[in-house]
């Protein structure tokens, strides 16, 4: 037998119904802060995100489905969204011909990580992009948006976690002072700190080894005027919002393109894979990448994560209303016409097997969950009938014309 590969998972029902609450809650809250669906290829150049997520990121350096194609092109399949949603805004000039600017996209993301408790190869993300607008009220109207959507999708219990690193400048003047540090530390640091302590020092602050010394250790960072006021301003405004939030110095997210305000949402219920969700903003990243200047904020959050927050909350119910049984061989015709007409009025049914028997038929109802069964027999068939069979204990069967069924279903189901 041929299994799925390491990391790599089959999202079955009922998990797969808390997967589709959440993208539907995503659809509605997104709808009331104007942001629109970008769909947008799960494979690109590999070139895209060695430019934008970043050449010494582990995304890119380790964790890349990246291959060459059999016309010899360097493709990879997507690590995360950020990067084909800019693309897209680029390449089809969403910048003159968009409404806002404001993107959301949902789909499957591949990193190589090794898979743990929600950590996978093949994870499903939805991101919430804002490009062109670099004022503290489109960071404010991403973030509360992000908390709306996670509170819509009964999602509770949750920090959000903000920080600022500052534009380029900022984090130039920083690099150079933490350098000082790490150099002088050198042989305090984890081996993977150290490796890339002149290359992206940065990344030490947030390391799992390191990140808690460095938290008492490293100098504080200093945010240019523009800098400071553009986070003061942004954090009065989540105030203004009614959003929780805390300010953590050391949070600085292990992508290379962000400036400015970063952000996660993490739960304790979540063990060491404890990020729901993560974003920023990233200033440059659209010039950088041949665009106009569009200075941008967004947000991705893992569904995987998501649905295993919500796994003890009830069951949406799928059941379906209605199980329709053929108790004859000759009421195959009209027992899936009554399917039919059942479903047209809108009401959901199911069947297992008309050419099973009826008993068989009457157990593959009550799995099913559904509430009514409907019965059409030799006596049926003759008198243009139905019965009508509740499921519940002690239920009384009772006919009515064919034709009326559904209408009669509908009553019933409304009392
Ligand atoms: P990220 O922090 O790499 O950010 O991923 C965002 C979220 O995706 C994480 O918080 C986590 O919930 C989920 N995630 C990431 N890797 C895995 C995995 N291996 N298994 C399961 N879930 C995972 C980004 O991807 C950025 N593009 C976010 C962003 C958008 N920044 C600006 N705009």
Redesign the pocket.
């Known amino acids: 037998m041929i299994t799925s590969l390491r990391g790599f998972r089959d999202i079955l029902p009922p998990e797969s119904e808390l997967f589709a609450r959440i993208e539907a809650a995503a659809r509605e809250v997104f709808g009331l802060y104007g942001y629109q669906e970008l769909r947008i290829p799960t494979l690109e150049s590999k070139e895209l995100f060695v430019k934008s ?1 970043g050449e010494t990121t582990d ?1 890119v350096e380790k964790e890349m489905y990246a291959f060459t194609d059999g016309g010899g092109r360097e493709v990879a399949m997507r ?4 990067p084909g ?1 800019v693309r897209a805004y680029i390449q089809n000039n969403l910048g003159q011909t968009g409404r806002n600017g404001k993107y959301f996209y949902m789909g499957n ?1 591949f ?1 190589a ?1 090794r898979p743990q408790a ?4 093949e ?3 939805i ?3 804002h490009i062109g607008n670099p004022t503290p009220a489109a960071d404010a109207e991403n973030i509360s948006m992000l908390v709306r959507f996670l509170e819509e999708a009964g999602v509770a219990g949750c920090a959000v976690v903000i920080n600022s690193l500052g534009c380029a400048e900022c984090r130039k003047t920083y690099r150079e002072l933490l350098l000082g540090l790490l150099r002088g530390k050198a042989e305090k640091l984890c081996e993977p700190c150290r490796g890339r302590i002149e290359r992206n020092p940065l990344r030490a602050l947030d390391c799992k080894t390191d990140g808690p010394w460095l938290a008492r250790e490293a100098p504080k960072r200093a945010l240019c005027q523009a800098c400071e006021a553009h986070f003061t301003g942004t954090q009065r405004l989540l105030g203004a919002a009614g959003v929780n939030y805390e300010v953590n110095h050391s949070l600085v ?3 290379d ?2 400036t400015g305000i970063v952000f ?2 993490r739960s304790g219920a979540l063990g060491s ?1 404890d ?6 903003r ?1 200033d440059d990243l659209v010039k950088s990448m041949g665009g106009p200047a569009a200075p ?11 649905a295993m927050l919500l796994k003890d909350k009830p069951a949406p119910d799928t059941a379906p209303k209605t199980f329709v049984i053929a108790a004859a061989k000759e009421a195959e015709d009209k027992a899936f016409a009554l399917l039919t007409a059942v479903r047209a009025a809108g009401i959901s049914a199911d069947f297992s097997n008309f050419e099973l028997s009826l008993k068989s038929q009457m157990r593959s109802a009550g799995r099913s969950g559904a509430a009514f069964a409907l019965l059409i027999g030799e006596d049926e068939l003759k008198t243009g009938t139905c019965a009508i069979k509740p499921m519940k204990e002690g239920g009384e069967q009772f006919a009515v014309s064919a034709a009326d069924a559904p209408a009669k279903i509908k009553e019933l189901l409304q009392r």
């Open positions: 997520t995304i690590p995360e969204g950020t949603a993301m990193r990580e929600g950590r996978y190869r994870f499903t993300q991101g919430a992009e997210r292990g992508l393109y962000y996660e949402v894979q990020a729901v969700c993560g974003g920023g990233y941008a904020i967004g947000w991705a959050v893992g569904l995987d994560r998501m």
